[in-house]
Each structure stands twice: as C-alpha cells, then as structure tokens.
C-alpha cells in the first residue's frame, strides 16, 4: 500500500517525537528498518516498502534539502540557472549507504513470503522540487522554464536521469524486489509537454535499468494520470499505477491486457465506514480482472486515516477470491497489497 508507513500510524508518531527530524529518522538505518517493519508487524501485508522519501538521494548529486513540519520539502539552494548546475555532480551512492544496508536487512527480516519495495521519483517530479525550492501549487517557475531556459532543464532532468537510473540499480542490488517511479507532480504538465518534458527521461531510465536488472519490475505513478495511461505504457513499465480518477474498468480497456495495473481505491474511502470500504475494495478487484492486478490504493494513505481501515483494507484483500468475485473460473492468482 503506498505510503504504508507514517504520519497515520501512533507508533509511527511516538518514535519521530524521539526523532524530529525527518531526516534522521529517514537516514538511519535502524530508524529505517523499525519504520518500513511498523506497518508490516502491524498489517501483515505482502510487501515492505522502504522507509525513505523520493527527495533522500538529492544531498548524494549536490542538492541539499530539509523536510519542514509545515512547509514540507524545503532545497535550500534552487537550481533555475546555467550557475546552479555548477553544484550538481554523478550521484555518490557511498552517501546512500543507509538505504543499501535498510534493504539488505529488511530482506533478511522478512523472509522469503514478502517482497522488498524500493522506489524513486521521476525527473520531472523531482526537479519541480529543486527548481521551485519547495511544494508548489502552480509550478509557474519551472513551467515557464521550459520556454525560458529549456537547455537548463534539460540539462538538470538529464544529470537527474543518470543519476536516478544509478539509484534504482543500487536498490536493486541492495535488495529491493520492485521498483516503483513517482512521477507524481507528472499529471501537471498537459500531456504533451508531458511527452516532451518527462517521457524521454523516464524511458532512458527504463533501458538503463532493464538493461542491468531486466528481472526488476518497474511500476510508474503518476498522480493525475488520465489524460497519460497509453503514454504511461509507451515508456516500456511493467506496471501502471492508477489513481482513483481513472475507473478501473476504464484503464483496464485503455491499457490493453498485456500490462499490469496497480491501484486505485480513493485513499479517502479509508475514512468511510468500513462495508462501504469492503465494497469499493471487492469493486475495484472485479474491474481490475482476474490477471495482472496489483490491489492498492490511488495514491498513499492519507495523514489521519484510521489505523483499523488500513487494517481492514489489508483482511479483505487477503480475503478475496477470484471465484466468487468473478463468475468465470478462478485463477490461481495472488494479490499483492
Ligand atoms: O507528504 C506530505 O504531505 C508532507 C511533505 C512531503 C514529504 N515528502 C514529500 C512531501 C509532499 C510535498 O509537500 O511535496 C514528497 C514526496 N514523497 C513521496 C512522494 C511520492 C508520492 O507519494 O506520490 C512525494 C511527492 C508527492 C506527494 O507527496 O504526494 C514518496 C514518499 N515519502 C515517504 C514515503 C514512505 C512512506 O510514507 O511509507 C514515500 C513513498 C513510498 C511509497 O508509497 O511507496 C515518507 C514521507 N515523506 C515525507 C513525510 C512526512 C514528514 C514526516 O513524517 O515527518 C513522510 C511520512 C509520511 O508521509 O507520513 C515528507
């Protein structure tokens, strides 16, 4: 389930009263490993997701950031200038080691039942970061960069792609099992400056990593995604992610059968009684088909959600089978959540 660990659960905000700063607690290992294990000890799901942000490598090619509690990312230096290259370099994984030694441990604490999730975030997303400095609601500045000073942003997005496609394959050797790319801020652009200003780096990172680790699923997100889904394809993932603007139904005829899909009940139905939740969780199985489906959430758990329906979301997937959900005969298919 994205964003599986956090701010929603009580242990979660007990130990970051002990740790207040984000970045402590997302770059020490032990920190790591206890926070990714909080929603596996307690849920029981199939997969770990890694403890981390998709901001943790900046510092690692030169950007250093800060996790405000209010204003969230904050990069203390943004990059909008042929001069702000200057502090970028290759990406220096020995700075990562955290994360290398978090996934080899979790792999060992897990066992063989549960995959090991790693994940990054897409160019485009991460350079509305540097390039704005913090979240923004309009992405004016590095809009009107790509007709200002596109040959700076395409420079940043490149030195970001190389050094993302060297991030996924040090989590993959480190142990990771999956790899999911948010391009999360990706939905922003109108899908044609998507294709131009976010396709082309993902796809490079794509052939990077499926020519190193052709066995590593690669899932991309993209918050906002229906005008994209055939885009999303073409870049060559294994997985769509859908968020919950996109009926499953839909997307499922839109991508064709070939591809599988991850998602998307609307993080919000956690906070609604929980039948209405069964139902919205047996509704989207059923669209999704009886193939290729990873059941998840359209987008992560919501700050406050109720602990018992992440619970609850957790004991209906496990509860689900293909032969009463669907009519036809059932598949011996298993669920991933
Ligand atoms: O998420 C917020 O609302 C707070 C600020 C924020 C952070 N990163 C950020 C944002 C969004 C923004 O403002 O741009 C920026 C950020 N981090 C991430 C994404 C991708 C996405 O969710 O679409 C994004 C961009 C989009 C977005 O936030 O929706 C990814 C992320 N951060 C994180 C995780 C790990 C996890 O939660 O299990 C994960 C993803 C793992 C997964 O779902 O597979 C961890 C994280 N980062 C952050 C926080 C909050 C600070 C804290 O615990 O003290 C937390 C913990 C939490 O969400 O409760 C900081």
């Known amino acids: 389930m994205m964003r599986q660990a956090g701010r929603y659960m009580s242990v979660y905000r007990k130990l970051a009263e002990r ?4 970045r402590e607690r997302s770059e020490t290992t032990d920190l790591i ?5 909080q929603p596996w000890e307690a849920f029981h799901p199939d997969g770990v997701i890694i403890f981390s942000d998709i901001l ?4 690692a090619f030169g950007v250093p950031f800060d996790i405000e509690e209010v204003r969230g990312p904050v990069i203390q230096s943004p990059i909008y200038s042929e001069e702000g290259l200057k502090s970028l370099h ?12 978090s996934l080899r441990i979790l792999r060992r604490e897990v066992g063989g039942n549960t995959a090991v999730l790693g994940f990054v975030g897409a160019p485009w997303t991460i350079a509305t970061y540097i390039v704005e400095g913090c979240t923004t609601r309009t992405y004016a500045t590095i809009k009107s960069m790509c007709h200002t000073a ?9 030195h970001l792609t190389q050094a993302i496609s060297d991030y996924i394959v040090f989590q993959v050797e480190s142990g990771a099992h999956c ?3 948010f391009d999360s801020w990706g939905g922003q652009l109108p899908p044609d400056m998507w294709e131009r200003w976010s396709r082309p780096y993902i796809e490079e990172i794509v052939s990077i990593v499926k020519n190193k680790c052709p066995q590593t699923p ?18 060559g993932v294994d997985v769509i992610g859908l968020d919950w603007t996109v009926d499953m139904e839909d997307g499922r005829k839109r991508l064709g059968k070939e ?8 993080p919000a139905c956690l906070f609604s009684p929980l039948p209405a939740l069964t139902e919205e969780i047996q509704r989207v199985v059923k669209c999704a088909g009886r193939r290729g489906h990873i059941l998840n959430l359209g987008h992560g758990v919501l700050v406050g959600t109720p602990e018992e329906a992440v619970a609850h979301f957790f004991e209906v997937a496990r509860s689900l089978k293909y032969d009463t959900l669907h009519q036809d005969r059932a598949v011996d298919s298993k669920l991933v959540v």
């Open 56 to 59: 943790t490598p900046l510092p």
């Open 19 to 22: 740790y207040p700063s984000f």
């Open 150 to 158: 596109p040959h700076v942003l395409r420079a940043l997005l490149s």
């Open 259 to 266: 591809i599988s899909v991850q998602g998307n009940v609307d």
């Open 33 to 37: 490993v206890e926070i990714s294990l």
């Open 90 to 101: 290759p990406i220096d994984l020995e700075k990562l080691h955290f994360v290398g030694e």
């Open 179 to 181: 790899i999911q790319i």
């Open 218 to 235: 690669l899932v991309l997100y993209i918050n906002g995604n229906g005008g994209l889904l055939e885009r999303m394809k073409a870049t």
